[in-house]
């Protein structure tokens, strides 16, 4: 089984509004929301690949993300792991540069059922204002 390692901001404005994009159509869990990242490639840690990504998918550049714990999730054929970073500093202002509608929205107003299954406890997480 196909195993992927993924860095995932959830990049928190100091309104606590949390910034998302949505999923391509053409994608695995297509139109779901989701916390901007991507996959980490070989020799590189999680906080350059977040950093990367960030950059890649929302045109920041981070200068603060704190690690706030993984989800192991298994799909049919894919077992992913998600390694969540809080990023509460970073420079420019997020958008979708890869063409994907995007959104900023209140913390405590997220949507567990919005995101894919791997992201449901993070986002109860969000919620209850634990993070």
Request: a negative charge; charged letters at 25%; proline letters at 5%.
């Amino acid at each position: 089984m196909k195993h992927l390692q993924v860095a995932v901001g959830i990049i928190r404005n100091a309104d606590k509004e949390i910034f998302l994009a949505q999923r391509p159509a053409s994608s695995h869990m297509a139109n779901m929301w989701e916390f901007p990242g991507g996959k980490i490639e070989a020799g590189e840690s999680a906080e350059e690949a977040l950093k990367r990504e960030l950059l890649e998918e929302t045109g920041i550049e981070v200068t603060q993300a704190t690690a706030i714990g993984t989800a192991d999730h298994t799909y049919d054929a894919l077992r992913v792991t998600l390694n969540f970073f809080l990023v509460e500093g970073w420079e420019g202002e997020p958008w979708g540069r890869e063409g994907q509608p995007q959104r900023w929205v209140a913390q405590r107003e997220l949507v567990a059922e919005e995101f894919p299954p791997a992201n449901h406890s993070l986002v109860a997480r969000l919620v209850a204002g634990d993070l």
